[in-house]
């Protein structure tokens, strides 16, 4: 993972400045583990930059994932979510409570896809969907627990 002062040399190096902004978005989505969707990075942006457009957070996101400090998922079709790893890794979604998760690639795996074809392949992006543990788990409770109940 970056560190703020690596993130913000990497912007300077592509020629753009830096503006309290970009650090406030740098210093939100460092370390974070938990995709925070762009709109939910709205809001706490929201908090230390009043004023500051959607449009500023969808510009930015751009630059850091140009950067290589950031990778956009469009894993839902309809938001799209931050991922401050750049390292290439899977994702997870779960259908029922929209989280977000990290999914371990084998080892190779993207080399293979990359020679795999002709055509040159700059990001490769895998997203899987269906129920995570947590809610299969609480279903699963929820479930014993009206077996339960009809028992009495
Ligand atoms: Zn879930
Ligand atoms: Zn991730």
């Known amino acids: 993972m970056w560190t703020i ?6 912007i300077r190096n592509r020629g753009l400045k830096i503006t309290s902004q970009r650090v406030g978005i740098l210093k939100l989505l460092k ?19 009043p ?16 950067a290589g400090l950031l990778q956009i998922l469009t894993i839902d079709g309809q938001r799209v ?9 899977a994702h997870y979604r779960c ?7 990290d999914i371990p690639m084998p080892h190779g795996i993207i080399k293979k896809i990359r020679e795999s074809s002709d055509d040159e392949i700059e990001t490769v ?19 014993a627990g009206v077996r339960h109940g009809n028992s009495c």
């Open 125 to 143: 992006h895998v997203y899987c969907y269906g129920k995570c543990r947590h809610c299969s788990a609480s279903e699963e409770a929820e479930a």
């Open 51 to 66: 004023t500051i457009s959607f449009a500023t957070i969808y510009s930015t996101s751009q630059i850091l994932q140009e």
């Open 81 to 89: 979510f931050f991922d401050p790893d750049p390292a290439p890794h």
């Open 31 to 49: 370390n974070r583990k938990d995709h925070p969707s762009a709109e939910q990075i709205f809001r706490e942006m929201k908090q230390s930059f």
């Open 95 to 101: 259908r029922k409570c929209g989280s977000v998760s």
């Open 5 to 10: 002062e690596e993130g913000t040399e990497r």
